[in-house]
């Protein structure tokens, strides 16, 4: 698949399409969360079993009220001075929420991110998107553009150019029900 530019990939997303991009940490998988058939392909090209659910991922917080109940007081402060950045929640979801989304689980996984591309396709396509790595189940994050052209690149609908962050790791995941630390 080609390069897209961001307003290409904000169509391809709009249309039901499934986008790579980078993101804080390696490139990921994006798609409209409401689109069923996009998100079972993201999970195809992952080979992830849906029980274990998604992250999805804003550029503000308003575009994932729709998929969360409410925030815990207890952590309401923790959760929202870490963004935007590299943390996603577990915030207990919506009970209209796709299994899709949120697995086998009563919580859904969401992030604000800082990442200038992530934003700005959030941005575009007005929407919360899919935030998934584009490696495969058990397979290393996927850092270099020439490595996901050749692993995903027939794949993917159209694959957006950009920088990836930093980060050596994936988001850190917190459980907005207890403060605990998922994963570092």
């Known amino acids: 698949?080609?390069?897209?530019?961001?307003?290409?990939?904000?169509?391809i997303i709009r249309q039901g399409g499934v986008v790579a991009y980078p993101t804080e940490s390696c490139y990921g998988l994006g798609c409209d969360p409401a689109n069923g058939p996009a998100v079972r392909r993201i999970l195809s090209i992952k080979r992830r079993h849906f029980r274990k659910g998604l992250i999805l991922v804003a550029d503000h917080l308003i575009?994932?009220?729709?998929?969360?109940?409410?925030?815990?007081?207890?952590?309401?402060?923790a959760v929202l001075s870490s963004w935007p950045g590299p943390c996603t929640w577990l915030l207990p979801s919506r009970r209209n929420v796709s299994r899709l989304l949120r697995g086998n689980h009563e919580l859904i996984a969401v992030r604000v991110s800082r990442h200038r591309v992530v934003r700005?396709?959030?941005?575009?396509?007005?929407?919360?998107?899919?935030?998934?790595?584009?490696?495969?189940?058990?397979?290393?994050?996927?850092?270099?553009?020439?490595?996901?052209?050749?692993s995903l690149g027939h794949e993917v609908d159209g694959i957006v150019e950009g920088d990836v962050?930093?980060?050596?790791n994936p988001s850190t995941i917190r459980n907005a029900l207890d403060g605990s630390c998922i994963r570092v």
């Open 63 to 77: 575009r994932l009220r729709p998929y969360f109940r409410e925030i815990p007081d207890a952590t309401r402060e």
């Open 120 to 150: 700005m396709l959030c941005r575009e396509t007005s929407r919360a998107l899919i935030s998934t790595s584009a490696n495969r189940a058990g397979r290393p994050a996927i850092r270099s553009l020439a490595i996901l052209e050749e």
């Open 165 to 168: 962050g930093r980060r050596k």
């Open 1 to 11: 698949m080609s390069l897209v530019t961001i307003l290409d990939a904000a169509h």
